[in-house]
């Protein structure tokens, strides 16, 4: 199902050389450049962003009482201590995307380790290990999480949160990669290769492994989609150290102790709420393009009615799922532009 | 009924399990961690004699070893007592969850109804309308999906009740309003405190339905029957409805990976809407640092999670013959 060697979009494109491992390469929807887009704006932001704060974030700037509303002086205005809304925004992007990416990778390495494992070996160890990876998915996470960190002192080791948050996120990766690689197991180039006696870390690396390549990326994004959500849940729950160690949640602990919904101070709360939801969008528009390449049935971008209508399919296809197959006449008779692009893709 | 029989096991250890983790959490945290939770409880509950049964009951300064006190765990739970909470000392941990329990069973289990059957037919029509406008709806959905349901809360709150003063904001009742039970008036009060959270909980967690169903359907509408069904000149609801019924399948067993988002996202969205449910006593727990309140409600809310799944599998057992018949 997933990337055989005879990817035919890959072929047909004419781009790949007959011999090139198969590349992971993502159908350029509107949806995947927009998503790459702002993804890497926030990673950017994630390195220059405490850089670039105009003020310190912790600093309480003036004696008054009230939140001001934005101004020439403070952006985004200010909080209920004067502190600047801006500089909280930037600085708090780094803990939130360091700590969302390190529980993807962490969470994405585990559910590798644990998933393929338990599809390639099957038997005994199969049984455990998707008896544990079952066991973590119906649990809910974030409540576990809570609990934990309710425990924990607050701690402003974004390594040590992204490990934690990684524990609790690792299941649904590994159960699709374990489906994928059962799936794979039996392939005639996994099956040759065992015959020519290749041993096992050789065959999951190199055969199993690379066949894997868009799952595992596409459970690498859900994972650090997963993390951006709970840590900032945990940073509102004010369970790790939110005041010099800021983040996006913990602004919103703040916004929350002062009632700023009730009162009426957007400014404060609506620039990191938003930045949070823009960087999960960013993580979930990728990961269509994943699934889409996954599954071609899914694509439907560049299928609007008008390039349809382009490459001489029907204007009402409700089946017409796959259009190359309903081109009424031979594909290379009939390919005008608009066709070619729905072809190739 | 076999997957039943296989099933059934499998939630009594995962139940066992989270119980063993709720036991274990406290005990492995590092250093003084759990001195410095046992301490903010101990000048909560004022009572040094308190504070010693509940360090007792903590492992420090217990002479019962890991195993004795594993048991002992097992023992008071399976009495039905989970602990005395330290931040409304001395109300016990039960009596705490019981007056809030009913609260989020009623609002998250409505919420959660309204948005698979919203969520679940709104995907089963951008399927079927696949390259009209109603494909935009996939990136606006992702972006609700995407927020943090209590951002989502904060919004709804300036939005409908600050802003338009369509609906009242925090608490579940008018704190004026002495009446209880079924009185008309009193009823009203509660749907209308109730309506702000549910709106918020559907919103964001509809569109998970959502494209998943979605999904499915386009998956299902290629199969030949649909395809025959069509051709034969069926109505088309009818073929909608026989691609559909097919393709809800995997929403219901997907259940189980929705199920406890959702109910974590609710828990938050009650903390924003000061709602009297779980979420707002677990939000207390937390500031208070009330452990065996917190260590309470991770375990009510981890059977009601299993006995939903439990009910997601038998309406799977139901809807698909399949199931029954490799029985």
């Known amino acids: 199902m997933a990337v055989s060697t005879t990817e035919p979009a890959a072929v047909a494109a004419g781009t790949a050389a007959p011999l090139r491992a198969p590349r992971l390469k993502l159908p350029r929807s509107p949806k995947v450049l927009i998503g790459l887009g702002l993804l890497i704006a926030f990673l950017l932001l994630a390195v220059i962003g405490p850089l670039i704060a105009p003020y310190n974030p912790s600093a309480d700037l003036a004696a008054s009482g009230t939140p001001q509303p934005p101004s020439a002086a403070h952006w985004l205005g200010t909080t209920q201590t004067q502190q600047d809304v801006l500089s909280q925004l930037l600085a708090g992007g780094r803990s939130t995307i360091v700590v969302a990416f390190l529980a993807g990778v962490v969470a994405t390495v585990i559910a590798v380790v644990v998933g393929v494992t338990a599809g390639y070996l099957g038997g005994l160890a199969d049984d455990l290990l998707s008896l544990l990876a079952n066991i973590f998915l119906v649990m809910p996470a974030l409540l576990l999480l809570i609990v934990i960190f309710g425990f924990l002192p607050a701690s402003s080791d974004d390594l040590l949160i992204g490990a934690i948050i990684a524990l609790t996120g690792w299941a649904w990766g590994a159960r699709v990669l374990r489906a994928q690689t059962l799936s794979l197991r039996n392939r005639d180039f996994v099956e040759s290769a065992r015959i020519t006696g290749e041993s096992t870390t050789r065959i999951i690396g190199w055969e199993i492994v690379p066949n894997l390549l868009p799952i595992i990326a596409s459970s690498f994004l859900f994972t650090v989609l997963y993390g951006v959500g709970t840590y900032t849940a945990i940073a509102y729950l004010g369970l790790v150290n939110i005041d010099p160690h800021w983040s996006w949640g913990g602004m919103l602990f703040w916004a929350q102790s002062v009632n700023a919904q009730v009162n009426g101070y957007w400014w404060w709360y609506i620039p990191p709420g938003l930045a949070v939801a823009l960087l999960g969008t960013a993580l979930a528009l990728l990961n269509f393009g994943i699934d889409e390449f996954i599954n071609p049935r899914l694509r439907s971008a560049g299928l609007t009615r008008r390039r349809a209508r382009q490459a001489g399919i029907p204007a009402r296809f409700p089946l017409g799922v796959t259009p190359v197959v309903r081109l009424p006449a031979a594909p290379t008779a009939r390919l005008t532009p608009g066709a070619e692009q729905v072809d190739t893709r | ?327």
Not at chain 2, 121 to 148: E, K, N, Y
């Open chain 2, 1 to 327: 009924m076999r997957m039943l029989a296989r099933k059934l096991p499998f939630y009594a250890l995962t139940f066992v399990i989270a119980i063993t983790i709720d036991f274990f959490i406290p005990r492995l945290m590092p250093g003084n961690a759990l001195d410095a939770v046992l301490a903010k409880a101990g000048s909560q509950m004022g009572s040094p004699q308190a504070l010693h049964a509940l360090e007792k009951l903590y492992g420090i300064d217990n002479p019962a070893g890991l195993p004795t006190q594993y048991a002992q765990f097992w023992a008071s739970l399976l009495h039905g007592n989970l602990g005395i909470s330290t931040s409304s000392y001395p109300t016990p941990v039960t009596s705490v969850i019981a007056t809030a329990l009913p609260w989020t069973v009623a609002l998250v289990g409505a919420a959660t109804v309204i948005s698979f059957v919203l969520g679940t037919g709104i995907g089963i029509l951008v399927a079927w309308r696949r390259g009209t406008w109603l494909d935009s709806l996939l990136p606006v959905t992702t972006f609700f999906q995407a927020a943090p349901y209590f951002f989502l809360a904060f919004l709804a709150i300036e939005l409908f009740a600050v802003k338009l003063g369509w609906f009242p904001y925090g608490l579940g009742q008018n704190q004026l309003d002495y009446q209880t039970g079924l009185a008309p008036g009193h009823v009203a009060d509660v749907l209308d405190h109730a309506a702000l959270p549910a709106l918020t909980i559907v919103v964001a967690s509809a569109a998970g339905w959502m494209v998943g169903m979605r999904n499915q359907m386009l998956t299902t509408m290629d199969e030949d029957y649909v395809l025959i069904a069509q051709a034969k000149g069926l109505p088309k609801q009818k073929v909608i409805w026989y691609a559909a019924r097919n393709a809800i399948l995997p929403s219901v067993s997907g259940f189980s990976l929705a199920i406890g988002f959702v109910v974590s996202g609710a828990l938050l969205t009650e903390i924003v809407f000061s709602y009297p449910g779980i979420g707002f006593v677990l939000y207390q727990a937390v500031i208070n640092h009330d452990a065996p309140l917190m260590q309470g409600i991770f375990l009510i809310i981890t059977v009601a999670v299993l006995a939903a799944n439990l009910i997601a599998d038998f309406a799977y057992l139901i809807l698909d013959p399949r199931t029954r018949q490799e029985a």
